[in-house]
């Protein structure tokens, strides 16, 4: 990852499985030199029901999402911003099988970019106590959480939390 250039993306979708779900909302973070120097952040309407615990992880109330746009009004914006930088995320494979996904039903091809888990950077790289979840990897280097559950915090903490282990030097490569 070189220069420690790289998209922190965090997404709420209304289910667990890609083929079925629909994006909620997606807060992407574009980090350079250890800076957030951009920030993408759409509230999608799924054009489906949506659970209250995943309107909660949007920070949002459910009617809220009536009216708001849907993913083929974000699509091309989305992909401008994700470009070709690395992602790093949570459970990277299934966050970017979510963005497929949708891609797909929007009969656009992606192609895959570098994909960075936190978590198996973290645990590659850091000696942790725990199993690595986002709140241990935060706790061991130092940052401070709000309500990591929302998608907003997430992608703040995944932004600090990579830019630190990749400051670190110690990143095995591929």
């Given at each position: ?8 993306l ?19 973070l ?17 054009h489906?029901r949506?659970?209250r ?13 009536d ?37 797909r039903?929007?009969?656009r ?19 942790l ?11 061991q ?5 709000g309500?990591?559950t ?14 630190r ?10």
């Open positions: 990852v070189g220069a420690a250039e790289f998209v922190a965090a997404l709420v979708a209304t289910g667990p499985r890609p083929g079925r779900a629909r994006l909620v909302r997606i807060t992407a574009h980090v350079a030199n250890e800076a957030v120097v951009e920030r993408f952040d759409a509230t999608l309407d799924p489906l949506v659970p615990y995943v309107a909660a992880r949007a920070g949002l109330d459910a009617p809220v999402l009216g708001q746009p849907g993913l083929a009004d974000v699509l091309d914006d989305l992909l401008r911003f994700l470009g070709d930088s690395p992602i790093l995320a949570q459970d990277a494979q299934l966050t970017w099988a979510f963005v497929q996904a949708e891609a039903r929007h009969e091809a992606l192609v895959q970019p570098l994909l960075i888990d936190i978590n198996d950077l973290a645990s590659s790289c850091l000696q106590k725990a199993k690595p979840t986002l709140a241990v990897i935060a706790a280097l130092g940052i401070s959480t309500h990591i929302r998608v907003d915090e997430e992608a703040r903490v995944l932004a600090l939390a990579g830019s282990i990749l400051q670190l030097g110690n990143v095995p490569t591929a």
